[in-house]
């Protein structure tokens, strides 16, 4: 039976439990973007999710025509910046955590906060033609979630590519390089999605969560502790430029942004 959270407060999300799975599904349009409601509504609904012992697996989607295009630029001022960080990577650091299979379901764009939600789930599956990318140094700034994880995933080269050029990849390329789990058509994507949800739904809930602990044991503590640290560097230095705030404001004004290389 599915049935769906009545809280008011998801004006950003849904969040619809169909038996042991939590179908959560960004809601922003016209690309998800993120924003701090976007992501006080996705903590708020991963806790409650991860509370809940009868769900084991949760799957994240966008609504319309995106996954999401990342996290709002706005959000990025030098007043807000702190509390979107830290507000973001607790959503991040709650999917790292979650006992829970997360499954990400991605179609049309899939950049920088949205590449790095999708990213850490467990299992990614995307369309064929999906923008793969963390587009955050054309601003002057760089992704930490990324910068700490995305090496492990796809290999050194690879992410310094992807973080350092800024760079777009297909879906496809994302599957051939480990990003994502499986490519298909768009037309696919939902079916491939409800059959990896099937094999789960079949497997013991209690043997998939030790498992997935077991699995990440050794990451997730390098994941902590370079994550605090990307962190650090993003306050402490990123945001100290001069460059990093003109990428931010141009973009913002839509015109070109003139470095200084301060």
Not at 42 to 65: C, H
Not at 98 to 123: F, N, P, Q, R, Y
């Amino acid at each position: 039976m599915s049935t769906a959270f009545t809280d008011a407060r998801l004006t950003r999300i849904s969040c619809e439990i169909d038996g042991a799975i939590a179908r959560i599904v960004l809601r922003n349009p016209p690309l998800n973007v993120i924003d701090v409601a976007t992501m006080e509504e996705l903590a708020r609904s991963l806790a409650e999710t991860e509370a809940r012992s009868d769900i084991s697996v949760i799957v994240l989607s966008g609504a319309g025509k995106a996954f999401s295009a990342g996290v709002d630029v706005a959000a990025h001022s030098a007043d807000k910046v702190e509390e979107m960080l830290s507000k973001f990577h607790a959503v991040i650091r709650a999917l790292v955590a979650s006992a829970k299979v997360t499954i990400a379901s991605v179609h049309g764009l899939c950049l920088g906060g949205g590449a790095e939600l999708a990213m850490v789930c467990d299992l990614a599956y995307t369309t064929v033609e999906a923008e793969w990318g963390f587009p955050e140094i054309r601003l002057a700034c760089f992704p930490p979630v990324a910068c700490t994880a995305l090496a492990a995933v796809i290999g050194q080269k690879r992410a310094a590519e992807m973080i350092l050029t800024g760079s777009s990849i297909t879906g496809r390329e994302a599957a051939e390089s480990g990003l994502a789990t499986r490519a298909v058509d768009e037309k696919h994507l939902d079916s491939a999605v409800q059959t990896a949800v099937s094999q789960l739904q079949r497997l013991s809930p209690a043997a998939l969560r030790v498992a997935k602990k077991a699995s990440y044991a050794w990451d997730s503590m390098h994941f902590d502790k370079g994550l605090a640290r990307a962190e650090k560097i993003y306050f402490d230095d990123l945001m100290k430029t001069a460059d990093a705030h003109e990428g931010i404001r141009a973009f913002l004004e839509k015109r070109s942004p003139k470095w200084s290389g301060k």
